[in-house]
């Protein structure tokens, strides 16, 4: 059974540092890609960044390029997400996703979600 499970989210002050974690199981965690996916209070989904299967491509969106990096340890089957400077705009609950391949396109399983606030 294929298992995703986030933590490290929480509340921080705007301007601001906090890395989020998303721990696989039940499936070869270096032979797929994988994406972090957030939602703000009362919007819909907002693609956050993917990394390739093995760590070699990484892809972020506009609005977090140069603030947030992903980063993945195959050995650890764990996905990262460090997060600086960060903006009252980035209060959502962040979602890892397991792609379908070893690039991002598709995906086929999500976490549970973490919640992350920033506020003064």
């Known amino acids: 059974e294929v298992q995703l499970v986030e933590s490290g989210g929480g509340l921080v002050q705007p301007g601001g540092s906090l890395r989020v974690s998303c721990a696989a199981a039940?499936?070869?965690?270096?032979?797929?890609?994988m994406s972090w996916v957030r939602q703000a209070p009362g919007k819909g989904l907002e693609w956050v960044s993917s990394?390739?299967?093995?760590?070699?491509?990484?892809n972020y969106a506009d609005s977090v390029k140069g603030r947030f990096t992903i980063s993945r340890d195959n050995a650890k089957n764990t996905l990262y997400l460090q997060m600086n400077n960060l903006k009252s705009e980035d209060t959502a609950v962040y979602y890892c996703?397991?792609?379908?391949?070893?690039?991002?396109?598709?995906?086929?399983?999500w976490g549970q979600g973490t919640q992350v606030t920033v506020s003064s």
């Open positions: 996703a397991k792609a379908t391949h070893v690039v991002a396109g598709s995906y086929d399983y």
């Open positions: 039940g499936y070869t965690f270096g032979d797929y890609a």
């Open positions: 990394i390739t299967y093995d760590g070699g491509r990484t």
